[in-house]
């Protein structure tokens, strides 16, 4: 697919401008986190055995996600209901990223289960692989888990949802629309 100079235009500031505004809330962040006992560091599936990652690596990755997301639901943006839509999107799944930190941050494992199949049966009604469903995610989450973490499970719940609607559905779809054809 090929893009119009016009089109590359129109979204460049828009893109810049919301990298800058991630850059900065994530700096915001890592300040807190530094003022006040230091930048923390997550285990790989809480698990202390594992290696641990350091937030600080959010300062590098949540503004290169948001560059390389806003450019893809940017594109998309071409009219008022689809700004709308993608806003939406965002806000949604920043809700989702949310709740989900909550429920882990609260101790209720029960809770952070739910939420996560959740998100994951979400995947069938809503196209939960777009870029802005990731970036709202990710940043819901940014908070609590910094940054790589989140990108890590919301690359799974995007795949996961990537998969079942562009591949196990068609395949359906495909599957009965040959079983009616043999049928008649």
Do not use: K
């Not at 100079?5 to 700096?27: K, M, N, S």
């Not at 939960?128 to 940043?139: D, K, S």
Request: include cysteine.
């Amino acid at each position: 697919m090929s893009l119009s100079p016009a089109t590359v235009a129109e979204t460049r500031r828009p893109r810049v401008l919301l990298t800058i505004v991630v850059a900065l809330l994530e700096l915001a962040h890592l300040a807190w986190q530094w003022t006040h006992g230091g930048i923390l560091s997550h285990h790989l599936l809480a698990n202390p055995d594992l290696p641990s990652v350091s937030n600080g690596w959010g300062i590098v990755a949540l503004p290169a996600l948001t560059w390389i997301l806003a450019g893809r639901f940017l594109r998309r943006a071409t009219s008022g209901a689809a700004t709308r839509a993608i806003v939406t999107a965002a806000l949604g799944a920043a809700c989702a990223g949310i709740g989900l930190s909550l429920a882990f941050s609260l101790g209720t494992s029960d809770h952070a289960a739910l939420v996560l199949l959740a998100l994951l049966l979400s995947g069938i009604s809503w196209p939960t692989y777009r870029a802005e469903y990731l970036l709202g995610f990710v940043v819901g989450m940014a908070w609590t888990f910094g940054s790589i973490l989140p990108i890590l499970i919301g690359s799974v719940l995007a795949l996961s949802s990537f998969l079942v609607r562009r591949v196990a559905w068609p395949a359906m779809r495909w599957t009965m629309a040959r079983l009616n054809a043999a049928r008649t």
